[in-house]
């Protein structure tokens, strides 16, 4: 079975303080790992994934994500948040082996303060 | 390029009716996923087609929701005698060919609002 968990229904951050989004996950073999945002009335935006190699992964606007298979975590960053940063953020997991869709996690709401 | 389209955006339909949601991907992709998402939830997935044929239908509540895909390109989701707990937005997204590593990432439609008065 595969599993998601964002701990924090929200987070906020004051503009320019570095933001952290927290992910675990569970899957019975190695995940490939993903992070989406959706902003209001918008479609999920892919960030970044984690495929295999660095653990560290840079994505679209300035985010980063570290992979952490002994915490099994999958963490969102940035070291300098932007008001426009805040909406909807989503983790997402899938098995190497298993089925193809992703599992989502409940999603983090961000809110920079400016 | 064009991203992934969906139609309607939104639809008010009454409990006890059909309606069909469409999804058109981006082109060449193979792979095409319908997911459902309801207020304060994470997109759940409800089926995946690999070109025409569903490869994983295992999401879908139960046999009142069925997605076609006939020429491999445009999806449509279609649910017969709506109930009110169908409400929810339905999103559609579409990747390169999923394959064996199924890797690549999705890209999703803005998705349909659906409502079930």
């Known amino acids: 079975a595969q599993s998601v968990a964002q701990p924090e229904d929200q987070v906020n951050v004051a503009e320019g303080n570095p933001l952290t989004v927290k992910c675990t996950y569970s899957?019975?073999?190695?995940?490939?790992l993903f992070w989406y945002v959706q902003y209001p009335n918008r479609g999920l935006q892919f960030l970044l994934k984690?495929?295999?190699?660095?653990?560290l992964v840079k994505g679209s606007y300035g985010f980063e994500a570290e992979f952490n298979k002994s915490q099994t975590s999958f963490h969102l960053k940035k070291p300098s948040a932007l008001v426009s940063d805040s909406a909807l953020y989503f983790c997402a997991v899938r098995d190497r082996t298993g089925a193809n869709n992703l599992f989502f996690g409940t999603g983090t709401r961000l809110t920079v303060i400016p | 390029g064009a991203g992934v389209s969906q139609t309607p955006s939104n639809k008010v339909t009454e409990k006890g009716k059909y309606v069909e949601l469409r999804c058109d991907p981006i082109?060449?992709?193979?792979?095409l996923y319908w997911y459902r998402q309801s207020l304060g939830q994470g997109p759940e997935f409800l089926i995946y087609?690999?070109?025409?044929?569903?490869?994983?239908d295992s999401g879908l509540p139960n046999d009142r929701f069925f997605a076609v895909r006939p020429e491999g390109s445009v999806s449509t989701l279609k649910i017969q005698r709506t109930e009110r707990g169908d409400s929810a937005v339905y999103l559609c997204a579409s990747s390169l060919n999923a394959g064996a590593g199924g890797y690549n990432e999705q890209f999703f439609g803005p998705g349909t609002r659906l409502t079930v008065l």
């Open positions: 082109s060449g992709h193979t792979a």
């Open positions: 984690y495929i295999t190699g660095d653990n």
């Open positions: 899957v019975s073999g190695n995940p490939y």
């Open positions: 087609f690999q070109g025409t044929g569903a490869a994983d």
